[in-house]
C-alpha cells in the first residue's frame, strides 16, 4: 500500500467532496435510501436550485469521474454556468457500499445489475433532487452505463419520463456487439446465461472492489513512472476504450488509475457481457427454467424503448472502440421515440473516456452540453 501511494498523485488519493474543497468547490453529502434498501451516496455541488443537473457516472466507476480535471473538468463548468450539480454513485461502488440489513460481505448484496440499478438507483436519486430543489424536471448527463439506467428507468419506471427533461448521452449504451475484441473477448468467460466458475471466483458476487487487493496490484503497476503508461495506458487501456494520448496524456494517467476501478458486482458485467452475446437489449438471462419463475416465460424480455420517452441527446465519439461504439448507437438511434439530437465529435479519434477524462473537453465537448441544456430548459 505504501508503494502504492508513493506514485500516486494527491488528486488520485482524495475522496470526492476532499477533491472538491480542495479546487474551491462547496460539496454536499446524502444519503439515499432505495425502495430495495440500498444506501447511496449522492454529492451536491450547489448552484441554482431552478437548474438541477444530475450527472451519472458509468460502469466501475464513480461520481469522481466527472471532477479529475478539476478546474477543466465537467463539473467545473457547469459550476461556473451556475447550475446545481448533483452527483449520483451506484449501488456496489466504493461510495455506496450500504444497505439497511445486508453486509458488502453477503452474497445477497451483489444480486444486481444496470437493471437494478436503472430500475431503483436512479429514480430514488431523481426524486431526491427534486424534492430538495423544489423543482418538478431536472436535466441529466449520462456517461456509458450512466446513459444505459436512463434507459432502463424509461422503460421499467415511465412515469420518470416526465420527471427528466433531457438526457445527454455520452457514449451510450444499450448494444455493445460491435465493442472492440479486448472486450468482446470476456465473453469466453460466460457459459450461456450462466456464469462460468472463472468469474464467479473473481469477487465470489463483488467485482474490482476498489480496495481489493487485485485493484491495489493494479494500481502498483498502473501508477510506477516509468513502464505504468505504456504497459497499462497503451498496453490495455487504449486497445480497449479508444486509442488517444493527446487527450489522456501521461502526467494525467496516474490520477485516473487512482479512481478508476471504483468496483461493481460480477452481476452487473455478466448482464452486458450476455446482452452482447445475445445481440438483444434485455433483462439479465436466469436460464429458461429460472426465466420462467422470474418472467413468465423462458427468454428474459427485451426492454421496449418505444416507452423511453424522456428527451435524448446521444453523442458519440468515431474513436470510441468500446461499449458504446457507433455502430451499437445505430442500432438504437432510431429505436427511442425522442431523440432530439445525434452529435458526432470532432476530432476524429475521440474515446470512450475522453467523454469524462478528456484533456479538451472544454474545447470540443463543454459548449455542445450547454448549449443542449440551455435549447430544452
Not at 445481440?279 to 420462467?292: E, I, S, T
Request: proline share 5%; glycine share 6%.
Amino acid at each position: 500500500m505504501t508503494l502504492m501511494l508513493s506514485n500516486m498523485p494527491e488528486d488520485g488519493r482524495l475522496q470526492f467532496p476532499e477533491l472538491a474543497n480542495k479546487y474551491g468547490y462547496k460539496c454536499d453529502t446524502y444519503n439515499v435510501t432505495t425502495d430495495d434498501r440500498y444506501i447511496l451516496t449522492l454529492y451536491n455541488i450547489p448552484g441554482d436550485t431552478r437548474r438541477p443537473v444530475y450527472l451519472q457516472h458509468g460502469f466501475g466507476d464513480s461520481a469522481d469521474t466527472f471532477l479529475l480535471r478539476t478546474n477543466t473538468s465537467l463539473v467545473a463548468f457547469l459550476v461556473k454556468h451556475g447550475y446545481d450539480v448533483w452527483l449520483g454513485n451506484m449501488r456496489g461502488n466504493k461510495y455506496s457500499r450500504a444497505h439497511e440489513s445486508l453486509l458488502p460481505d453477503d452474497l445477497q448484496f451483489w444480486e444486481f445489475s444496470v437493471h437494478e440499478v436503472g430500475t431503483y438507483d436512479v429514480p430514488a436519486m431523481i426524486d431526491f433532487v427534486l424534492k430538495h430543489t423544489g423543482q418538478k424536471q431536472l436535466q441529466a448527463i449520462g456517461h456509458s452505463e450512466g446513459t444505459t439506467v436512463f434507459f432502463v428507468m424509461g422503460a421499467q419506471r415511465p412515469e420518470y419520463n416526465d420527471k427528466v427533461k433531457l438526457v445527454i448521452c455520452l457514449s451510450p449504451v444499450a448494444y455493445v456487439h460491435n465493442a472492440s475484441p479486448p472486450l468482446l473477448s470476456l465473453l469466453s468467460l460466460t457459459v450461456g446465461p450462466a456464469l462460468s466458475p472463472v468469474i464467479s471466483l473473481i469477487g465470489h458476487g463483488e467485482l474490482l472492489r476498489n480496495s481489493s487487493a487485485l485493484v491495489a496490484l493494479i494500481k502498483i503497476i498502473c501508477t510506477q513512472p516509468l513502464v505504468s503508461y505504456e504497459v497499462c495506458a497503451e498496453g490495455v487501456f487504449f486497445s480497449t476504450f479508444g486509442r488517444d494520448r493527446e487527450q489522456i496524456e501521461r502526467e494525467f494517467w496516474p490520477i485516473a488509475v487512482g479512481h478508476y476501478p471504483s468496483g461493481t458486482s460480477v452481476k452487473n458485467a455478466a448482464h452486458f457481457l450476455q446482452i452482447a452475446a445475445r445481440r438483444k437489449f434485455a433483462q439479465y438471462d436466469y436460464g429458461p427454467l429460472k426465466n420462467k419463475l422470474v418472467y413468465g416465460s423462458e427468454e428474459p424480455p427485451a426492454y421496449n424503448l418505444t416507452k423511453v420517452t424522456m428527451r435524448l441527446a446521444l453523442v458519440v465519439g468515431l474513436g470510441d472502440t468500446s461499449a458504446g461504439a457507433v455502430k451499437d448507437v445505430e442500432l438504437i438511434r432510431y429505436q427511442f421515440p425522442n431523440v432530439v439530437n445525434y452529435h458526432v465529435m470532432f476530432p476524429d479519434k475521440w474515446a470512450h473516456f475522453d467523454f469524462v477524462w478528456g484533456k479538451y473537453m472544454f474545447v470540443f465537448l463543454f459548449d455542445y452540453i450547454l448549449d443542449m441544456l440551455k435549447t430544452f430548459s
